[in-house]
């Protein structure tokens, strides 16, 4: 059985990302009904220790018809029963969605609440918004006119800055998607006022992401192979962001492996391993090694499929390399430092 940190602050946080992935999954239904097969999202649930320390449910999307991958995860890790742990609690929402037309943008959000032993806490804020295809003018503009309106004046500059630096891939010269928003360690001091803040702000960038997948699936009801193409190539690129620098990522399966098939959750369904392999001459020492057991990791045949025991070898992939080359580890992204508390389903 789940249990759940008895802090009141963990207690508020869980019962938002609740409120938060009710909210996002009953419009993905709406979308799934209205475009689709009408197949709702299922709940999968994972435990932490057994339920001990937590854990969490993900919603996955069943309509093959309208996603490609998709899912709606939320957790909550405490340790309420380990008082030498600097960590009481991490609750968060972690959410992916690739659709499979296309022309409808792919996106990601996280929301988080960490509270560290002594009562400090603060919250994590995270949306990007994710095209396969390029230039996606209309949709970055819903994307970022939500931003602005959803951060305020007071934090939209860090914000945006602190996104860009995090989602950068420099051996590729180009950031995994158009608009990138991440705030690191927001506190005013004020938490039931940071939480209506943090709901807000979540529920908008749901809201202009069913705006932006609605207009995509009205105007593009059907899309050519090469446009196919260049959304699998697209994955292939958020695949390798995903597993090469992406510090939430690395940072849950380096605490333990009760999770790994949740936490890559984010990798789409195909991507194109001959694409990837041309990668690996650009990689910095050691990760080129990263990058080759990535590799043979994934299923021979192109378009390369990623399915469970796929994503098992590639977690195990991940956390094998840094346990043996720790260092490593400085090379991920460069934004603020995600510490290991909470599965961040990038």
Not at 144 to 162: F, H, P, R, S
């Amino acid at each position: 059985m789940r249990t759940y940190s008895s802090k009141k602050e963990a207690k508020s946080s869980n019962e938002l990302v609740e409120n938060l992935q009710n909210y996002f999954v009953d419009k993905l239904n709406g979308i799934s009904k209205a475009f689709g097969e009408n197949q709702a999202f299922e709940a999968v649930e994972w435990l932490r220790d057994e339920g001990l320390h937590g854990g969490g449910v993900r919603f996955e999307a069943k309509d093959e018809m309208i996603f490609n991958r998709a899912s709606v995860n939320i957790s909550q890790v405490h340790y309420d029963d380990e008082k030498t742990k600097k960590l009481s609690s991490a609750t968060a929402i972690s959410c992916i969605i690739h659709p499979k037309n296309p022309h409808a943008p792919s996106m990601h959000m996280h929301f988080s609440w960490t509270q560290m032993r002594e009562g400090k806490g603060y919250w994590r804020l995270m949306a990007d918004l994710n095209p396969s295809l390029l230039p996606s003018t209309k949709e970055k503009k819903i994307f970022d006119t939500m931003l602005a309106n959803a951060a305020g004046e007071k934090y939209i500059k860090e914000g945006l800055a602190q996104g860009e630096r995090y989602f950068n891939i420099p051996v590729l010269n180009r950031t995994r998607g158009v608009s990138h928003f991440y705030l690191e360690g927001f506190n005013t001091g004020d938490f039931e006022r940071d939480r209506v803040y943090v709901e807000q702000f979540a529920k908008k960038v749901v809201d202009a992401y069913i705006e932006i997948i609605t207009n995509a699936l009205k105007e593009h009801t059907g899309y050519t192979q090469e446009e196919r193409q260049t959304q699998i190539d697209y994955h292939t690129l958020y695949l390798f962001q995903v597993l090469t620098l992406d510090r939430g990522t690395t940072s849950g399966l380096l605490v333990h492996n009760q999770n790994d098939v949740g936490i890559m959750g984010s990798i789409p369904s195909h991507v194109n391993r001959d694409l990837l392999a041309s990668w690996v001459s650009k990689m910095p020492k050691p990760q080129e090694k990263l990058l080759e057991s990535i590799l043979e990791a994934l299923p021979q045949e192109n378009p390369t499929p990623v399915e469970l025991e796929t994503k098992k070898r590639l977690a195990n992939a991940v956390r094998e390399h840094y346990k043996a080359y720790p260092e490593a580890l400085s090379q991920q992204a460069s934004g603020e430092i995600i510490p290991p508390t909470v599965d961040n389903h990038a």
